[in-house]
Structure formats: C-alpha cells, structure tokens
C-alpha cells in the first residue's frame, strides 16, 4: 500500500497529502468509488451536501472495516444554510446523511459575500469544533478579504481553503497568503477537469521522462507546491495512479513546464458566484 505523506493542519491535527473528490457522482457510485479507494489506500475522502452524495459516502466508510479515526471525512456547508442556527441544522442533517458520530474537516462551500452571512456561519463551525462534532473547520473558494474577516471577527483561522487550482490557474497570490498563515491550501479540479491540460505536449514529455502517466505529473506538481490535490475519479485504474504521486520528483524546469501556460478559471469567481 503506497504511504502517504500528511500536513498538519493549524489546530494540530493532521490530514493526508492527497485525497478522493466525490463531485458529481451518486450515493451509489459514490458508495463504490470511495469503497474502492479505501481499499487502495486513500483515507481523505471529500464531499458535500450539494454534492447529493453523502450517503453513498456515510455508507463507503462504514462498510469498509476501516477503523474509523484512520479516515477523514471533509464535508462542506451549502450557501441555502448560511447564518449561525441554519450552520447548526445543516451539520445535523450531513451528520445523519453520513451516518458519523464526528465530521473531520467542515467547509464553509462558498462565501456568498453579497449574502454576507459566511461570518456567522463560521461562528457556529467554532462551537462545532468546541463540542467535539467536528474535528477540524475551514473554507472553500474563499478569498483572503474573506479569510480576514473571519479572523477579525472570532479570532480564528480557518484550517484548510479549498480552491481552483491547477496549472491553468496557479494561484501563486493565494497560496502565499495561505503559507504565511498556516492554511493549508487544498486544490479541487487539480487535473484541469474538461480541458486539454493532459494532452499538453510539455506536460506529456515530463511525464514520459519519469515514466509515469501526465495526471500523475500534474498531481505531483500539486505536492511540490504543497497544496493537497482531491481528484476525483470512480475507475479503480485511475485512482491507483493518482495515489501513486510520492515516488518521483519534478525538477525546477519541469515544475515550470508543468504550469508554463495562459491562465483560465475553470468555475465560479468567488467574488460573485453564488450557490445555493
């Protein structure tokens, strides 16, 4: 079984160095993708009441005869229960869905700032984590205008900020705003989903001189930068070799080949994308 390296997060936990999104899959294929990559070795699994596919996770996990604390679950909050009492319900509902005494990491999904409500949801996340339900609390395609007021407001620092990044996108102004306050940076469509990126000649050449496939070089790529990629994939293949990441290195030239062309975002703009 391949070893993965982990980050410790800001509140002394700890979290592994890669991980499986679910997004868009069902209870059911969700129920069969994560079964088959715990079994494989991944123990970071990553979804989300919007996602519709909580259940299939709940159950992946508790068939897996996987001691439970080996796995963390992450699990992010939907922009229709923004606002501290909604934040409450909303985690009972996931917690039920998912069928878990505790949640392992707790993401606000989007920040919605024209609905400005994200601070008093981040309120009730901290007497989550206070009570013991959820082990760890961050956010997800939140800016640092966001991120600081979060601070200003509870004092506390969100563990994790899950973003868009990839190499059409490299976020370099974000991820060092994350490094200089110990957020570990976690990266959604890390391979580029819907785009090209894999057939890049570049891409395509590094992988060939290291014998390895050009998702891995991309993901590899991710883990030198130190942000922690969660691709999501159902074939069993796939996973394998997207786990299969802490075996080779990229040297500076090829780390700059990897990320050496024009910049696209792939999803919503968090300033104004709005999910509800």
């Known amino acids: 079984m391949i ?20 997004w868009p899959l069902d209870d059911a294929d969700a129920e069969q993708a994560v079964r088959g990559a715990l079994d494989l070795g ?12 909580e259940t299939g996770v709940g159950r992946a996990v508790a068939r897996s005869g996987i001691p439970r604390e080996e796995i963390v679950v992450t699990t992010k909050l939907p922009g229709r229960h923004h606002g501290y009492e909604e934040t409450l319900a909303s ?15 707790y993401l606000i999904h989007w920040p919605l700032p024209r609905v400005g409500k994200y601070a008093d949801s981040w309120k009730a996340m901290i ?9 760890s609390i961050g956010v997800s395609n939140f800016t640092p205008v966001h991120i600081e007021r979060l601070e200003k407001e509870t004092g506390v620092l969100p563990c994790v900020n899950q973003i868009e ?7 370099e102004d974000l991820r060092s705003f994350h490094a200089a306050r110990g957020i570990v940076t976690e990266s959604w469509s890390p391979l580029g989903r819907g785009t090209d990126l894999l057939d890049d000649p570049g891409i395509v050449r590094v992988a060939e001189v290291h014998g390895v496939t050009p998702g891995q070089v991309v993901l590899r790529w991710h883990v030198q930068l130190g942000a922690l990629p969660i691709p999501k994939s159902a074939n ?29 975002r ?7 994308h709005e999910e509800f």
């Open 3 to 22: 070893s993965i390296p982990e980050h410790t997060l800001n509140d002394g936990t700890a979290i592994p160095g890669i991980g499986l999104g679910t």
């Open 127 to 135: 007497k989550l984590r206070e009570e013991g339900l959820v082990r």
């Open 266 to 272: 792939l999803g919503g703009d968090p300033e104004v």
């Open 42 to 53: 991944y123990r970071l699994v990553d979804t989300a009441t919007n996602y519709r596919n």
């Open 165 to 171: 990044l990839h190499p059409l996108l490299p976020q």
């Open 236 to 264: 069993p293949e796939r996973q394998r070799t997207n786990l299969d990441v802490f075996g080779f290195e990229l040297d500076d030239d090829q780390m700059r080949a990897v990320a050496d062309r024009a910049q696209e």
């Open 91 to 105: 985690f009972e509902e996931s917690r039920r869905r998912l069928g878990l005494e505790y949640v392992d990491l």
